[in-house]
């Protein structure tokens, strides 16, 4: 069973850097896509950006472009997400997704598996 376990969130302030992993195990990702989505309390879960497991593609909201960098490790079945440029307003629960397959979708029903979240909280 495909499992994803999130670690890097903390407190930072605006301006700030953050690097987020998702270690992925119990699985063969070769065919995976990963993604990162985000919650902020009261508000819906947003993508952020995802990758194809072979590193080749990646997307990005809108909003993160410029700011936010997703890779990916295949040999320590890793996949980061660089952030930097903090904002306030980048406050949320980050959480990596799983999905069998190359489409990437920015809804986050299709995606299979996610881990338990991680806490990113940006002061002023």
């Known amino acids: 069973q495909v499992q994803l376990v999130e670690s890097g969130g903390g407190l930072v302030q605006a301006g700030d850097s953050l690097r987020l992993s998702c270690t992925a195990s119990?699985?063969?990702?070769?065919?995976?896509?990963i993604a990162w989505f985000r919650q902020a309390p009261g508000k819906e879960r947003e993508f952020v950006a995802a990758?194809?497991?072979?590193?080749?593609?990646?997307y990005y909201a809108d909003s993160m472009k410029g700011r936010f960098t997703i890779s990916v490790d295949n040999a320590k079945n890793t996949v980061a997400l660089q952030m930097n440029s903090l904002k306030v307003e980048d406050t949320a629960v980050y959480y990596c997704?799983?999905?069998?397959?190359?489409?990437?979708?920015?809804?986050?029903?299709?995606?299979?598996?996610w881990g338990q979240g991680t806490q990113v909280a940006v002061s002023s």
């Open positions: 997704a799983a999905r069998s397959g190359t489409a990437v979708f920015r809804a986050p029903e299709p995606y299979e598996c």
């Open positions: 119990g699985g063969t990702f070769s065919s995976y896509t």
């Open positions: 990758i194809n497991w072979s590193g080749t593609r990646t």
